[in-house]
């Protein structure tokens, strides 16, 4: 079983959404040799947005319903289960991913969204852009056809190598429409993945889990995919069926 760590870092001057808290890291303490045989341990305080960096937006992060669950009311089973990831590098920056952009990336890749899993999108901004200022300005993001196309197939957590699932710019009549379909379907988005490029075009089981954040609007997360060895193609599909 191979792992590949989808997650991107967490740094002083990381890429944050605009207008959302620039990430902090400082030094708290030192280690220092304090004599007699004692010392002191290092510690960083760290100050960020819960949508900094690689994380998974709950439902109040954009519903309204005053029912909607905080990142930490939600069910672990939500956040992993069978992947696939698609390769949409040719959407240009700022354009929609088409329904009939993710048809084609399934097909050629001879992959279905599986039931009740988890679909990852590689658009490639992450790696265009990452990490100047630029990524957060401008990346391709799902029409709202595309989006429901996705939950209509099974997905329950859609993921992205972007700042966001939707057009960045915005463009469109419909603000955030790939978010909107998600509240609307009760089904998650993970966003800011890196490294999407050692999966396109392949199936994995993904984990995806998000700290524990009293009302959280969302929960900073470290994703992995798990790849089967090739010599053992069972343990996979024993996997697959588990959540």
Request: include cysteine; charge should be negative; proline fraction near 5%.
């Amino acid at each position: 079983m191979k792992i590949v760590d989808l997650s991107q870092e967490i740094f002083k001057g990381q890429p944050v959404y605009p207008g959302h808290q620039p990430t902090v890291v400082f030094p708290m303490v030192e280690q220092k040799d304090l004599g007699g045989g004692k010392r002191s341990f290092a510690v960083n305080t760290i100050l960020l947005s819960e949508h900094a960096g690689t994380h998974t937006d709950s439902f109040i992060h954009n519903d309204p319903d005053p029912e909607a669950r905080s990142i930490e009311e939600l069910e672990l089973e939500r956040f992993l289960g069978p992947g696939i990831c698609l390769d949409v590098t040719h959407v240009e920056d700022s354009d929609f991913i088409t329904k009939e952009d993710v048809v084609a990336a399934c097909e050629k890749a001879e992959l279905k969204v599986p039931n009740n899993g988890v679909v990852l999108l590689y658009t490639g901004t992450y790696q265009r852009h990452f990490p100047k200022p630029v990524y957060n300005q401008k990346n391709p993001g799902l029409s709202r056809e595309a989006a429901q196309w996705l939950v209509d197939q099974g997905a329950k957590n859609i993921g992205i190598d972007a700042v966001s699932i939707d057009v960045s710019p915005h463009k469109g009549e419909e603000w955030k429409a790939a978010h909107t379909v998600c509240v609307e379907n009760q089904i998650l988005n993970t966003e800011n993945l890196g490294n999407l490029e050692d999966v396109a075009g392949k199936k994995f089981f993904y984990i995806g889990l998000p700290l524990k954040i009293r009302n959280g609007t969302a929960g900073l997360t470290r994703a992995v995919a798990l790849l089967n060895d090739d010599k053992d193609e069972d343990t996979f599909h024993l996997t697959e069926n588990t959540f």
